[in-house]
């Protein structure tokens, strides 16, 4: 039974701890799939790639209204899957190759199999025709997650796409139903509506993106009802097979017909393949492995992170906490913690959203005493140059000592101009300092958040004007 220094379960975002300071480590490195996890393969960089193929395949239905007439001639599916995924694939056979041949890894050791804890600190890897086991003093768990499949009757029979598998069809649908309500609904709403596919998204509950800030969730439920079929409070009892393709039949016998169906209803742990309990791992009732702020589990020595551990389910919050665990492996005496104070995301549709922070909701339901502003792009130059009347960004603020609560942005690259808002939270910047403090690029899309700050700051008295000569001044 080979015993190692340290094993990691995962290629994601654990596969970028080893460097060369655990060159003297002897470590093994299990992965059940392909290298390089959910972000590289199925998730954020794939489908980013097709999110920005589809805002350019959208311009034409928008582009009139500033006097440029276009129009949308061809979606050229595989080139544009094949395009992606020529990208893609490469980059994830180099990272395996590199862990399997490279002399940075000689004392790495790779499994590629399905692991699962069949004792303390004991692990045993499925490998096809034969079975290892092995054991280490330390174990990094970052073996991701998986889509959670609804209970509908019929469904393993007729045939269903995840977002696992969606973006390597080998045509498009003339027809897709999306079942689901989120962030992936609606990245994929966005992406094969915009490729010319009659798109429906069914949801349970009576908003889209609901997790969002309600004013955000609101507007994005009225846009998307206008760009494709929204059914709202539906719940799906059985699907079947018919002669023109796939039947969705609801609560009070309402049937939706479709070519292709794609189950997007939420994602969930790895944490049960691992059968983590049996090394004394716990987990939430969510199924993430219960971690410390320093990413270790209930049992010394296991650490975890990523989709695995928290809720969050972001790269960029995997990345973090691979660095603290990297740093916590190779100083166990100078242990740092993760840094989960202001964890931003985004949703990749159109228009764009991003978030930071808690929504005016949790706000109520905590009892923070809070004031709010908002911005339209509608009021900012550039909002007028793109010609765009439904976004805005909606502040959320101490009213005692301005420090920024929550920031949520719909509109053109929300994602993008939400960044200045994540670094005044971080660093303790209030809104009035932040607003005042700087200049801001005019006729810029930034003017956004400078405007919603200056709404949440109160009046001040502009400072005196310096007697100072300009100095490097442009010439009139």
């Not at 799939?33 to 928008?62: E, Q, R, W, Y």
């Not at 045509?171 to 989120?182: D, E, F, M, N, W």
């Not at 209930?298 to 990523?306: C, D, K, N, Q, R």
């Amino acid at each position: 039974m080979p015993h190692y220094d340290l094993v990691i379960v995962g290629t994601g975002s654990g596969n970028s701890i080893l460097d060369s300071r655990f060159a003297s480590w002897k470590t093994a490195i299990v992965e059940k799939g392909v290298f390089g996890g959910t972000c590289l393969n199925v998730g954020c960089i794939p489908t980013k790639m097709f999110v920005h193929t589809a805002d350019l395949a959208a311009t034409p239905s928008v582009s009139s209204r500033f006097g440029v007439d276009e129009e949308l001639l061809d979606v050229r599916w595989r080139d544009v899957r094949d395009r992606i995924f020529g990208r893609i694939d490469p980059i994830a056979a180099g990272g395996r190759d590199y862990r399997l041949n490279h002399a940075d890894n000689a004392n790495v050791t790779v499994y590629e199999g399905e692991g699962r804890f069949t004792g303390h600190k004991e692990l045993t890897v499925d490998l096809g025709e034969r079975t290892e086991t092995v054991t280490a003093d330390r174990f990094v768990l970052a073996a991701g997650g998986r889509p959670v499949i609804p209970d509908i009757e019929g469904l393993d029979e007729i045939g269903y796409h995840t977002s696992d598998s969606v973006m390597r069809l080998d045509k498009l649908p003339a027809r897709l139903v999306i079942v689901g309500s989120g962030f992936v609904a609606a990245e994929f709403a966005h992406v094969f509506t915009s490729f010319g596919v009659q798109v429906t998204v069914v949801a349970r509950s009576g908003a889209l993106l609901r997790s969002e800030d309600e004013d955000i969730s609101a507007r994005f439920t009225e846009l998307a009802s206008a760009r494709f079929d929204v059914r709202l409070n539906r719940r799906a009892r059985r699907v079947r097979r018919t002669e023109s393709g796939i039947a969705l039949e609801f609560d009070g016998g309402e049937v939706i017909e479709t070519d292709e169906l794609l189950i997007a209803t939420g994602r969930r742990p790895n944490s049960d393949l691992l059968d983590v309990a049996t090394t004394g791992v716990t987990t939430m009732d969510s199924g993430h492995v219960t971690v410390d702020a320093y990413q270790q589990t209930s049992v010394e020595g296991i650490y975890a992170l990523g989709d695995l551990s928290s809720p969050y389910e972001l790269k960029h919050v995997a990345n973090h906490e691979a660095r603290v665990v990297q740093h916590n492996l190779l100083h166990p005496g100078e242990r740092i913690e993760a840094d989960h104070r202001f964890v931003p995301h985004a949703v990749f549709t159109s228009p764009q959203i991003a978030s930071v922070g808690v929504t005016e909701q949790q706000a109520r339901q905590r009892g923070l005493s809070y004031v709010t502003s908002k911005q339209d792009y509608a009021g900012i130059a550039y909002g007028w140059a793109m010609e765009d009347t439904t976004g805005f960004a909606k502040l959320l603020a101490d009213p005692g000592t301005g420090q920024l609560l929550g920031a949520h942005i719909i509109g053109p690259q929300a994602s993008t101009v939400i960044q200045p808002l994540i670094q005044a939270m971080s660093f303790g910047l209030a809104a009035h300092t932040m607003a005042r403090g700087q200049y801001w690029i005019h006729p810029a899309m930034p003017e956004l958040i400078e405007n919603a700050l200056l709404n949440l700051a109160p009046p001040a008295s502009p400072p005196p004007p310096s007697t100072e000569p300009l100095r490097d001044a442009p010439q009139t």
